[in-house]
């Protein structure tokens, strides 16, 4: 990652990577140069961010490696490993456009079906400028929807419970465009709750249910879930405020379920991506072709606001962030997330079998752009052009 890390002599090098002895919980791979390299960025990620724990994974060529630093919990003594769960965000997201993708591809809904017809809701969708807002639209976030929909903040132990069907049909009601569906782009976890309330209609089922059958389900993802149990209580990372204060876990209202209401683990994510990068399996290659295409490109739309915290957008998939080749780097489909004290970010090159997970129990900017930086450059060692 040469001039990302920092590190300038061979003398800090090698300490650091006698520091890592002691600070990574790896999880061998038959690859044991992906091992070393995963171990060796998690460490320098590890102590240039200072947060109280980091887990990272990588995949490559179908094998893939964990290792984890500090601690899932203050006091805790124990480190995060490939199982332990956390709140993953906006990453969510890109689940909500693989459910897409995947009811495209049978013939369900098309993208370009208009989000009125398919809300089942009783409300008026907004049409600025007479353009609907359609699938494709708000899996693009270019539906001109606001960043969230405005409500009452709720209590500290449940601050999602305002968060409910009400609200959005109130704030539809209200004419909340900020542009012509199709002609900007703003980021948008409206628009993907919008969004994964209409696929479950579409579908006939609760969207939580329509996810596991298409995506969970067959790709094994167990621990990826909405609300975790009480035995997985003794596993989940905790999340710290931008104070450094620990913050607790709270519920995550069912209408949040299409922009960031999930739970999962590395392992989960790192499988997730090796489904992504079997690009050539014939199981589900329609679904797979349609959730990494291209849509819109970055030049067709004005304005352009929420997209490059963790790299520059230059067009969207089905929720992923598309990143052109650049220098050694290769394509890249990314997504960051962010909830309740968790900052998490994960990435694939499509054409280079190689996929990057990394989370951090912080609310620390600074730190969530160096783990997105480090990653994105993890991808480029790991798979040049």
Known sequence: MGQTMGWKTGRRLTAIVTIAAGLAQPAM????????????????????????????????????????????????GKAPDG??????????????????????????????????????????????????????????????????????????????????????????????????????????NFGFDMLAVALGNAAGKPYEALLADRVLGPIGLGDTVFAPGDDDKARLMQGHGFDGSALPDVPSGPVMAGASGLYSTANDMLKWLQWHLDRFSPGHAEMRLLDHAAYVRRDALSPVYG??????????????IVMEPEGDRPLILQKAGGLQGMFVYHAFAPTRGVGVFVAINAFDFSAATQIAQFANDLIAQLAPR
Do not use: C
């Not at 060796?40 to 630093?69: D, K, M, Q, Y």
């Open 29 to 76: 791979a038959q690859d044991r140069l992906l091992d070393e390299t995963v171990a060796f960025t998690g460490t320098v990620l590890f102590l240039e961010t200072g947060v109280p724990g980091l887990v990272i994974g990588a995949t490559r060529n179908g094998e893939t490696a964990v290792s984890g630093f500090g601690e899932i919990a203050d006091g805790s």
């Open 307 to 320: 997209f490059d915290e963790s790299g520059r957008m230059d067009a969207m998939s089905l929720g992923w």
């Open 83 to 188: 199982d332990t769960l956390m709140r993953v965000g906006s990453i969510t997201k890109v689940f909500t456009g693989a459910v897409l993708a995947s009811l495209v591809a049978d013939g369900t809904v098309d993208f370009t079906d208009p989000l009125q017809d398919r809300i089942g809701w009783d409300v008026e969708v907004p049409r600025k400028g007479g353009k609907p807002i359609r699938l494709i639209d708000l899996a693009t976030h270019t539906s001109g929807l606001p960043r969230e929909a405005e409500r009452e903040p709720g209590p500290a132990d449940d601050p999602f419970s305002t968060l409910t069907k009400e609200t959005y049909i109130e704030a539809l009601s209200g004419a909340p465009q900020l542009f012509a569906s199709g002609t900007g782009g703003l980021y948008s």
